[in-house]
Structures are given as structure tokens and as C-alpha cells.
């Protein structure tokens, strides 16, 4: 079953003048017989034609007469089924709106009223809707990349007194939690914002990007020196970064970011943060 199909038909009915159909559709009208006039690369419906389209996609898909192609738009994968058989038809992500929490290890998560102690490498799959559910927690640290968010639990430096009863937040990637979910969610739970970045100018460039920013946490400065005096991180990781970060980074930046950016391009090299996770 093609979303794009039902979706093509429904637009097609909605206009009333000539349309330019995908072979996609042409090829269901022609298997289902429907006639219908060509002008050029574009065909027009017919009464008859348009009656004759609205009844193939009740019976294939149960789509009901009247349905619109964007009446999807908002909508569940549960809510999608009301307007036909293709729970897939909605635009909706299943975790557009969801948040992944955790906190530092032994440290529980403050839920309302309750006090949550998660395993090492486990985390809480929350909707936005529920931020203020984490008040308790004085500040948040948000984290880059999903494998140091997963493994916080092994991180190679010591977290900073002042942050170990953060709310610990993954940023999100593409294809999984969403990054707009995990902005939102900042801004609604109106803490401060501590992120654990890649130490490079995208990364850089991210946490004074991000909502409610109050400072990096990193390794100490002699730390990452340290790694690029032993010949730790890529040149390509910071030259390939340069052009959507160095204006950026060159304008006034707080001073603890000022640091890193110094640093990284003393060398010309940038460290990613699983550097500091590993087993």
C-alpha cells in the first residue's frame, strides 16, 4: 500500500482543474479504469472519473468519501487509522515529541513526587509535555551524541559538584529523538543548560546554540591539551567544520568556550566526546 498514492489521489480530487499526475496514480486510474482527458504532460478529471476514483480508494485503502490529504497532518499512527488502513500515512514521527532523561549515576531522577535511582545505561523516554515534571533539578546537562548520553555512566573525568544532580538530556539526531524535541523541552523546563559537546567547532558552535546555555562541561584544558600533544582527534574533524562555525566562535563567546576554541585551533584538530566514555 503507497501513502504517496492515496495522498496523489486525494490532492487530485481536490483540484478542480487539470492536474499533473505521478505515473504512480496514472498507473492505479489506468488499472481501475478510469477514464480521463490528457492535455499534455497534465489530465483533467471528469465528474464520472472523480466518483470512479473516490470509490477505488474507499475499497482499496477505506478511505472515506470526503477525506482530504491533509487531514493526516497532526495525527498519531493510531489517530491515522480512523481515516483509513495505513497507520503510516501521518507525517507524525513516533518520537517527534519524546525526550530522552537520565541523571549521573546513583543519583535519582526527580519525577514530581518521585525519586527515580535508573541502572547504569538505562535512561526514561519522556514526552515534552511533562518538563515541568523536573523542576526538582537545578540545572541540566545536555549531551551531544547518543553514545556518551548512554554511557554518562563511564565518563573519564569527574562531573562537577555542581552538576552532579543535573537532569541529564540527550540533544537528539536525525531519525531518532529529535533535536526541536529536546529545545523544546528546555525551554519549557526553564533551567540552565550545561552541554557536554564534541570538543570541535560544530560542537562548540551547538552549546552556544542551545537553549538556556550557561556553560560547557569538558575535561580541564591541560586534559584536552594533553590528548592533542599525543596526537589525539582529526584535523579533518576541525577544518571540515570551519566554515558553519569560525564566525561564530570568533565573535564573543563566554569565556570557558573561548578556551576550547583556542586550544582546538592551536592544533587544528577536534576530539569527539566518546573520547571521554570509553570502557
Known amino acids: 500500500m503507497s501513502q504517496s498514492l492515496i495522498k496523489a489521489g486525494l490532492r487530485a480530487l481536490a483540484e478542480p482543474g487539470s492536474i499533473r499526475a505521478s505515473k504512480e496514480l496514472l498507473s492505479y486510474l489506468e488499472e481501475n479504469n478510469i477514464l480521463l482527458t490528457h492535455s499534455g504532460s497534465r489530465i483533467l478529471l471528469g465528474m464520472q472519473a472523480r466518483e470512479e476514483l473516490e470509490r477505488a480508494l474507499e475499497r482499496d485503502f477505506q478511505i472515506a468519501l470526503g477525506t482530504k490529504a491533509d487531514d493526516w497532518k497532526g495525527k498519531s499512527r493510531a489517530e491515522a487509522l480512523s481515516l483509513g488502513v ?24 526527580r519525577m514530581g513526587d518521585e525519586n527515580i535511582v535508573l541502572p547504569d545505561g538505562v535512561n526514561l523516554d519522556v514526552p515534552i509535555s511533562v518538563a515541568r515534571d523536573f523542576s526538582e533539578h537545578e540545572c541540566v546537562v545536555l549531551v551531544e551524541n547518543w553514545e556518551a548520553f548512554e554511557h554518562i555512566h563511564k565518563l573519564s573525568f569527574e562531573v562537577p559538584a555542581n552538576l552532579r544532580d543535573a537532569l541529564v538530556v540527550y540533544r537528539g539526531q536525525p531519525g531518532g529523538f529529535k533535536i526541536d524535541a529536546a529545545q523544546r523541552f528546555l525551554f519549557a523546563l526553564n533551567k540552565p543548560v550545561f ?74 584538530r577536534g576530539i569527539p566526546q566518546e573520547e571521554f566514555v570509553k570502557p
Open 86 to 109: 495505513n497507520e503510516k500515512a501521518t507525517s507524525i514521527l513516533v518520537r517527534g515529541g519524546r525526550v530522552a532523561v537520565k541523571t549521573f549515576s546513583g543519583v535519582p531522577v
Open 195 to 268: 552541554v557536554f559537546p564534541d570538543i570541535d567547532p560544530a560542537g562548540l558552535r551547538i552549546a552556544l546554540e542551545t537553549p538556556r546555555f550557561a556553560g560547557v562541561m569538558l575535561p580541564a584544558v591541560d586534559m584536552i591539551e594533553t590528548l592533542l600533544i599525543e596526537g589525539r582527534g582529526l584535523s579533518e574533524r576541525y577544518t571540515s567544520q570551519l566554515a558553519g562555525s569560525e564566525r561564530i566562535l570568533e565573535g564573543e563567546v563566554p569565556e570557558d568556550v573561548g578556551s576550547y576554541w583556542s586550544l582546538i585551533k592551536k592544533f587544528g
